[in-house]
């Protein structure tokens, strides 16, 4: 089953003189639980296309199938249902540093009003365990290594069990280790979960946890 299918997309910034086309006819599927690894020298429309995936920002031409709802010229509802369902991982971890890790995760499940905050806190403390930081559950993000935060952005990316995961650069800051290390504890807990991974990177040293790696070059997938 498709949880992403892209089919004939173009897109571009700007209007007139500075329009800007970032996407040129994009094709493009991907399977429950598959692993995608998108490359591709900067500027070339990586972050942009991860985007519009997420249902972060709206394309207009061409079609962008996400878990069964056509994203473009999709309304604000749509996007944001997609967004709910949809796990973010960032470069900058985004990590709320007067917050603890239980705390960072559990803010990813108050949108879900469906958990109580015994709930929420029981799943902060399994997945944070499971992500290896049970003995850091109340250290807040200046107090943990750059592998260990980027361990909790992937715990919190991962608590909701959401059935697609978009990370932009998740290992740029970590060395060649942690880097490595984060995106494999990933790995094996969307193979776990059957959950669709879509990776932007630069980092070659973490091609390997891929099923397929595209490349993206000036908007154009080859
Ligand atoms: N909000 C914006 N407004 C106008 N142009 C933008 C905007 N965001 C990105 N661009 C341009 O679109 C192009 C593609 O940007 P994008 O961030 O998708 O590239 P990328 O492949 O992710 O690059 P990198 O690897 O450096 O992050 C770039 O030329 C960029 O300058």
Same mark, same amino acid.
């Given at each position: 089953?498709?949880?992403?299918?892209?089919?004939?997309?173009?897109?571009?910034?700007?209007?007139? #003189?500075?329009? &800007?086309?970032?996407?040129?006819? %994009?094709?493009?599927?991907?399977?429950v639980?598959?692993?995608?690894?998108?490359?591709?020298?900067?500027?070339?429309?990586?972050?942009?296309?991860?985007?519009?995936?997420? *249902?972060?920002r709206?394309?207009t031409?061409?079609?962008?199938?996400?878990? *069964?709802?056509?994203?473009? &010229?999709?309304?604000?509802?749509?996007?944001? $249902?997609?967004?709910?369902?949809? *796990?973010?991982?960032?470069?900058?971890?985004?990590?709320f540093l007067?917050?603890?890790?239980?705390?960072?995760?559990?803010? $990813?499940?108050?949108?879900?009003d469906?958990?109580?905050? #015994?709930?929420?806190? $029981?799943?902060?403390?399994?997945?944070?365990?499971?992500?290896?930081?049970?003995?850091?559950?109340? /250290?807040?993000?200046?107090?943990?290594?750059?592998g260990?935060r980027?361990?909790v952005? %992937?715990?919190?990316?991962?608590?909701?069990?959401?059935?697609?995961?978009?990370?932009? #650069?998740p290992?740029?800051?970590?060395?060649?280790?942690?880097?490595?290390?984060?995106v494999?504890?990933?790995?094996?807990?969307?193979?776990?979960? *059957?959950?669709t991974?879509? %990776?932007?990177?630069?980092d /070659?040293?973490?091609?390997? %946890?891929?099923?397929?790696?595209i490349?993206?070059e000036?908007?154009?997938?080859?």
């Amino acid at each position: 089953m498709n949880m992403i299918d892209v089919r004939g997309l173009n897109f571009a910034f700007g209007e007139g #003189e500075l329009r &800007r086309q970032v996407l040129r006819d %994009i094709h493009l599927s991907v399977d429950v639980g598959e692993i995608v690894i998108l490359t591709g020298p900067s500027g070339s429309g990586k972050t942009t296309l991860l985007t519009i995936l997420g *249902g972060l920002r709206l394309a207009t031409s061409g079609s962008v199938v996400v878990l *069964g709802e056509q994203l473009v &010229r999709s309304d604000a509802a749509t996007r944001h $249902a997609i967004r709910r369902q949809t *796990g973010y991982i960032f470069q900058q971890h985004n990590l709320f540093l007067a917050l603890t890790a239980t705390e960072n995760v559990c803010m $990813a499940l108050e949108l879900h009003d469906r958990f109580s905050e #015994e709930e929420r806190v $029981a799943a902060a403390h399994q997945i944070l365990t499971q992500v290896g930081l049970g003995r850091h559950l109340d /250290y807040r993000p200046a107090q943990l290594s750059g592998g260990q935060r980027q361990r909790v952005s %992937i715990a919190r990316a991962l608590v909701s069990r959401p059935k697609i995961v978009l990370a932009d #650069e998740p290992t740029a800051s970590l060395d060649k280790h942690s880097g490595h290390d984060a995106v494999e504890i990933l790995r094996s807990l969307a193979k776990q979960n *059957g959950t669709t991974i879509f %990776i932007v990177t630069h980092d /070659y040293r973490i091609l390997d %946890i891929a099923d397929r790696i595209i490349n993206l070059e000036d908007g154009v997938i080859n």
